[in-house]
């Protein structure tokens, strides 16, 4: 069985000060939580000390982006390294605000991917498909594309150190989340994408969490559906209560 995974993404958000501050009071409101994986990826800035005080709690800690190359003349980047040296153990990459934003492309996402692998520490990789694109019923076909241009080269037992997000890009950040069941329609998919490029037996291992505007009050409905595998949290992520909310959707 898979078991449910909640990764909060704090974005650009929280001075190291503040992010220390928040660490230390997630840790104690969710340390009694053993049911799920918890972790939560920082601004490089916070990784350190956030790090430090979730060293040896149930809780990980992952960076929101890596360099895809290994040091050099890359202003403004760091590296996989650099993250991992802190205390990093997971990263996000290929998350939308990296893919509209700043103009991560699929083959990015793909190096990225390889070199966060090499170094070690565990992707959370972000797909999702755009309002115009599901309003054009080519979810399906956009969510394959981003698979299997950023698993390219990836082999199967590097494949089960991954953890796939479903993000839909027009339910980050805008309240407007997927229903269950159009979340779960695609997280099936998704896997079943997965099982055409490895196997069935390892796209059943492969962890699938759903991301946009999750709440505690949404959280138990879409983690109750048998595909989806956790949440990536970002406004709810930023408070304890409602983190630990989504956290603890179960009790
Ligand atoms: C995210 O940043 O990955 C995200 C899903 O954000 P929100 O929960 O705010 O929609």
Same mark, same amino acid.
Request: charged share 25%; net charge negative; aromatic share 6%.
């Given at each position: ?25 997630? #840790?104690?409101? @969710? %340390? ?5 994986? /918890? ?8 990784? *350190? $000390? ?63 991917? #390889?070199?966060? @692998? %090499? ?5 959370? /990789? ?8 599901? *309003? $054009? ?115």
């Amino acid at each position: 069985m898979r078991k449910i995974f909640i990764a909060g993404n704090w974005k650009m958000f929280f001075t190291a000060d503040k992010a220390r501050a928040y660490a230390t009071e997630l #840790k104690e409101a @969710l %340390a009694d939580i053993n049911d799920v994986d /918890l972790a939560v990826c920082t601004n490089p800035i916070a990784l *350190e $000390g956030v790090a430090k005080i979730l060293a040896g709690s149930n809780i990980g800690v992952g960076s929101q982006n890596c360099s895809e190359n290994n040091e050099g003349a890359f202003t403004g980047e760091v590296t996989t390294e650099m993250v991992k040296a802190v205390g990093a153990t997971y990263a996000l990459v290929g998350h939308s605000e990296r893919r509209t934003i700043f103009g991560e492309t699929d083959a990015i996402v793909n190096a990225k991917t #390889k070199k966060i @692998l %090499a170094e070690g520490l565990l992707p959370i /990789l972000c797909i999702g498909e755009t309002l115009e694109e599901r *309003e $054009g019923g080519i979810t399906e076909k956009v969510i394959k594309t981003q698979l299997t241009a950023a698993l390219d080269g990836i082999s199967a037992e590097d494949m089960e150190k991954i953890t796939v997000a479903y993000e839909p890009v027009w339910a980050i950040g805008t309240g407007k989340v997927a229903t269950p069941e159009m979340a779960q329609e695609t997280h099936a998919q998704a896997r079943q994408i997965l099982a055409n490029l490895y196997s069935d037996e390892l796209a059943q291992k492969v962890r699938i969490q759903y991301g946009g505007s999750v709440k505690p009050e949404n959280a138990k409905e879409l983690m109750n559906q048998p595909d989806i595998d956790g949440a990536l949290v970002g406004g709810a992520a930023l408070k304890a209560d409602s983190f630990k909310g989504i956290a603890t959707y179960n009790s």
